[in-house]
Structures are given as C-alpha cells and as structure tokens.
C-alpha cells in the first residue's frame, strides 16, 4: 500500500539552529512531491513541489530536496514565525494522479 | 482576494441533522477538492471533480454528497450527521492533473456534531 511517513512527528529548536525535517514514500510512479505548511486554524499553504531525485528548491530559509525515496525540508536558522507544521504529499501517476496523498506533519516549534 | 474560500468557517450542530459546507474558488482552475482532517490532522482526500465531473471518491459513507454546480464552486452535503463526522473540511482547488498541478486550501469548516 503506499504511504507517506513523516518524521519526527514535533521538533522544538531554538531560534538559529538549523534542522530537517524527513518525508519518506514507499508509492510506485511518483508524480511530484509537495511541501505544504499550515498554521493553527487555517488551510494547508503550498511550499513546494519536487520532481525528480536531485532536484532541489528554496524560498527564504527553507529549502527541499529530494531522492528515490525520501524528501528533507531544511530549515537554515528557523525563525519563531517559521512555528508551523509541516505536511509532505505525494500525488501518483494514472488513476491516482488527481489526489494528493498526505503525511500526517511535522510540528515544528521555534524557541526565541 | 480570497483565492479559495469555504463558508461557513465554524458549524456546530446536533447528531442526525442536515447540513451544507460551500467553496468557491475565483483561480480560474477546473478542478477541485474536499480533504478531511481528523483530530491527529491527517489530511485525507474524500472527493474530486474536473469540469464538473466527479473522478475520485474515496470510501466515504454516501451520507456525503457533493454537488458541483459549475467549475468555480464545490459544496458538500451531509446527511444523518453523525459523531465521527467532526472535523476540520478543507476544500482544494488546481488546474487540472498535470505535472505542473498544485493544489490551493481554502481556510477550513470547522464541524462539530453533538
């Protein structure tokens, strides 16, 4: 069956210390892999979106890279503001290709 | 500029009622979605529809039912409201199953169900 598996489920850093956060799949026929952040009360806010093995993004102090099997988003320097979490999904190719298939998140807490 | 907005944001009803969620979007995209997110915020995929037509329905009691009227809006019916249906209802929005698709949130319905 597949299934996208985030870890670790909270991460608390102090403001300045850099970490990652892992999305791993086991899906055949990966069409994209998307990076969404959301925030307490609100919908999911799109980040990124993924391709292919090697290919990387960035946007501020975010930055997502992925593999044949798992995606990091790195998070150089948090800020209190970057406080979220952090949801990764998959969306197939053939019958599939119109859904996104969710991780449960990454809740991610930033110390000043 | 609401891109995707869902009303109403908050519904609190009693178990065995009827009830209505609405989503617009105004992005000009032909497809659209409703995700459920339960108490742990997983976020689930329920139903999509493209140009109107609906192409995915994942095993959801036909207690729901969701209506497309045109392109730009996509409502979710509920019947026989039941416990279990509490949670949070995000509808979504894209141009159409390309690679260059993403998805946009509206901000979420809040259901509880007494």
């Known amino acids: 069956e597949d299934q996208v598996t985030q870890s670790p489920e909270a991460l608390r850093l102090q403001e300045g210390e850099s970490s990652s956060l892992n999305c791993s799949y086991t899906?055949?026929?990966?069409?994209?892999l998307f990076w969404y952040r959301q925030d307490p009360g609100k919908g999911p806010e799109f980040l990124f979106t993924?391709?292919?093995a090697g290919e990387e993004k960035e946007k501020e102090r975010l930055k997502a890279t992925l593999t044949k099997k798992e995606s990091f988003l790195h998070i150089t320097a948090p800020k209190p503001e970057d406080s979220a979490t952090y949801l990764c999904?998959?969306?197939?190719?053939?019958?599939?290709?119109?859904?996104?298939?969710f991780g449960k998140g990454t809740k991610l807490s930033v110390i000043p | 500029d609401t891109a995707v907005s869902q009303t109403p944001k908050y519904l609190v009803t009693q178990m065995g009622n009827d009830k209505s969620i609405k989503c617009e979007q105004n992005?000009?995209?032909?497809?659209m979605y409703w995700y459920k997110q339960d108490s742990k915020k997983f976020l689930k995929i329920m139903f999509s529809?493209?140009?109107?037509?609906?192409?995915i329905n994942e095993t959801v009691p036909n207690r729901f039912s969701p209506k497309s009227p045109d392109k730009a809006h996509l409502n979710l019916h509920i019947n026989s409201l039941e416990l279990g249906d509490s949670a949070v209802y995000f509808c979504?929005?894209?141009?159409?199953?390309?690679?260059?698709?993403?998805?946009?949130f509206g901000p979420g319905t809040r259901l509880l169900v007494l």
């Open positions: 979504a929005s894209s141009q159409g199953g390309g690679l260059q698709e993403t998805q946009y």
């Open positions: 899906v055949s026929g990966l069409r994209g």
């Open positions: 993924l391709y292919s």
């Open positions: 999904a998959v969306r197939l190719s053939g019958a599939g290709s119109y859904q996104l298939t």
């Open positions: 992005l000009g995209h032909d497809t």
């Open positions: 529809y493209n140009n109107k037509e609906l192409i």
